[in-house]
């Protein structure tokens, strides 16, 4: 009982030693002298010693024992203040066996020696978790990359197709074409012989091809733009981007995914332009835009962009007439894997995307807010600061 009161004591301020704790700690010493006090007491009066002479002796005891009370108590206490003022400089407080100030005490002497191997062996831990965990990250990295070629190749072949279709070969160049293959490439040349089936039917085939392999891209990105969220300033450009261009890019890029929902969009950021790392944002409003395609309305779905100028920044916002988000679950959505109410009715949910939109946007600088009524839709606010520099140039 006495530790555990001692130890809310303690934790009231770092580095801070209360006088009650002191007192308490040194409590089995007090009742020691109190003990001793009472035994030579006893020992004078039966020897017979008068009580003026054994009062006098208490009194000079008890002053003594105050006055070493005292001073032991401020030297400890500035002791300790000293390794709290370093634990406030310092950043990494497992390197305070390195910084802690010397003593005079050998049990100072042993726990600053104990404390230095312990930590030893916890920077040599984390150097080995930060080499296992570079080599992850490079690893994946590696892999996003090579992954994109494939995926890149896909869509290249999707929009060739489709433009073949649009512009087929006239009959004499395919008959010229397959003359000029060998016997060895009949199989190619098989393929390039008019498809069975409604040229409808392929259309479409294709068109979800692109859609999948569309969505695999999306989830790569996603994959990538997560492993480098904890080094944006190794891939960021500062320059002045122009969010109406960025946010028509956004929806191009997703149009396919956009007319198979038959969602309307509406981008209106007129001239409006930031300071910002235009890569990073588009990624952020490709996962906003994904987003208000997940949780569409049932008819009419529409999204708009708009870009709204203030005194000290620009909002950018994305509004969608969806299913909303519920008042109580509205603080939460930013959160690492929550998915709330409409998550759990999409299986395809993992609450990583505004996650990280809200973990690249701190890293950018830029606020992001959500407002939304339940049942009616949800509005992304993105707002950019400009700084005074920028404001009084103009």
């Known amino acids: 009982?006495?530790?555990?009161?001692?130890?809310?004591?303690?934790?009231?301020?770092?580095?801070?030693?209360?006088?009650?704790?002191?007192?308490?700690?040194?409590?089995?010493?007090?009742?020691?002298?109190?003990?001793?006090?009472?035994?030579?007491?006893?020992?004078?009066?039966?020897?017979?010693?008068?009580?003026?002479?054994?009062?006098?002796?208490?009194?000079?005891?008890?002053?003594?024992?105050t006055a070493w009370t005292l001073y032991d108590y401020h030297d400890r206490k500035t002791y300790f203040s000293k390794i709290g003022h370093v634990l406030d400089k310092v950043d990494q407080r497992f390197l305070l066996g390195e910084l802690m100030p010397g003593s005079p005490r050998i049990e100072d002497r042993l726990y600053r020696e104990m404390i230095r191997r312990s930590n030893k062996s916890v920077i040599e831990r984390i150097r080995r978790v930060?080499?296992?965990?570079?080599?992850?990250?490079?690893?994946?990295?590696?892999?996003?990359?090579?992954?994109?070629?494939?995926?890149?190749?896909?869509?290249?072949?999707?929009?060739?197709?489709?433009?073949?279709?649009?512009?087929?070969?006239?009959?004499?160049?395919?008959?010229?074409?397959?003359?000029?293959?060998?016997?060895?490439?009949?199989?190619?040349?098989?393929?390039?012989?008019?498809?069975?089936?409604?040229?409808?039917?392929?259309?479409?085939?294709?068109?979800?091809i692109a859609l999948e392999n569309q969505k695999v891209e999306n989830y790569v990105d996603m994959a990538l733009y997560y492993a480098r969220s904890d080094e944006v300033y190794k891939d960021y450009v500062i320059r002045e981007t122009d969010l109406q261009t960025t946010a028509e890019e956004a929806v191009l890029k997703n149009k396919y995914y956009l007319i198979?929902?038959?969602?309307?969009?509406?981008?209106?950021?007129?001239?409006?332009?930031?300071?910002?790392?235009?890569?990073?944002?588009?990624?952020?409003?490709?996962?906003?835009?994904?987003?208000?395609?997940?949780?569409?309305?049932?008819?009419?779905?529409?999204?708009?962009?708009?870009?709204?100028?203030?005194?000290?920044?620009?909002?950018?916002?994305?509004?969608?007439?969806?299913?909303g988000i519920k008042k109580e679950e509205l603080p939460r959505i930013f959160e690492k894997g929550f998915t709330g109410t409409n998550g759990r009715k999409n299986d395809r949910a993992t609450g990583m995307g505004l996650y990280l939109c809200r973990k690249l946007c701190g890293k950018l600088g830029i606020e992001i807010d959500a407002r939304s009524e339940y049942g009616n839709g949800t509005c992304i606010v993105l707002e950019f600061p400009i700084s005074s520099y920028v404001i009084n140039e103009a």
């Not at 700690?25 to 009472?38: E, G």
């Not at 279709?165 to 016997?183: F, I, Q, T, V, W």
């Not at 038959?262 to 490709?286: A, S």
């Open 260 to 323: 198979q929902n038959q969602i309307q969009v509406e981008v209106r950021c007129g001239e409006e332009k930031v300071y910002t790392d235009r890569k990073w944002i588009l990624f952020i409003l490709n996962q906003l835009i994904l987003n208000c395609t997940k949780y569409r309305a049932k008819e009419n779905a529409r999204i708009r962009i708009t870009a709204k100028a203030l005194p000290n920044g620009v909002h950018l916002l994305v509004e969608d007439n969806g299913a």
């Open 1 to 65: 009982m006495i530790r555990g009161a001692m130890k809310k004591e303690l934790h009231r301020e770092e580095g801070s030693l209360p006088f009650g704790a002191f007192l308490k700690d040194r409590l089995l010493l007090f009742l020691l002298h109190i003990t001793c006090m009472l035994i030579l007491t006893s020992y004078l009066l039966l020897t017979g010693y008068p009580w003026d002479s054994c009062a006098l002796i208490l009194i000079c005891w008890l002053l003594i024992l």
């Open 130 to 208: 930060e080499e296992e965990q570079r080599e992850s990250r490079e690893y994946s990295d590696s892999w996003v990359q090579e992954i994109k070629a494939p995926i890149t190749s896909i869509s290249l072949m999707c929009e060739n197709r489709r433009a073949e279709r649009r512009y087929p070969e006239s009959l004499s160049e395919k008959a010229g074409r397959a003359d000029r293959m060998n016997e060895n490439d009949a199989g190619w040349a098989q393929a390039d012989c008019p498809e069975t089936g409604a040229p409808e039917n392929q259309n479409a085939a294709i068109r979800q």
